[in-house]
């Protein structure tokens, strides 16, 4: 198969065709091999790593057949500090700290009518 070289920045490219790179799994950002050998110049694609997909009810079920004894100890880090601490309505629903309801925008706007 005969492809062009073309100028890219200081260097040299050439442009593989998509169904080559389809065929070896290359994608943009994919590593290869360069080897010089004499006048010729081979192209190796890197072996393709397979990531494991799992499912969350295999997980469960693989945490169920290893039981309770096998689960790791929990880890206490003391209490939040810095940014750790959030301070919100959606993370705490009461609205302080210590627990006690704070009054919001709706109370508010109960008490004018």
Known sequence: MKVKVAKWGNSVAVRIPKSVADD????PGSVVELERDGSSVSIHAEPKVKIPRYRLEDLVAEMKRLGPENEPETVDWGPDVGSEIIDD????????RDGAPVRGKSDDASRRR
């Open 89 to 96: 309505e959606w993370s705490n629903p009461t609205g302080s």
């Open 24 to 27: 070896l799994g290359l994608r």
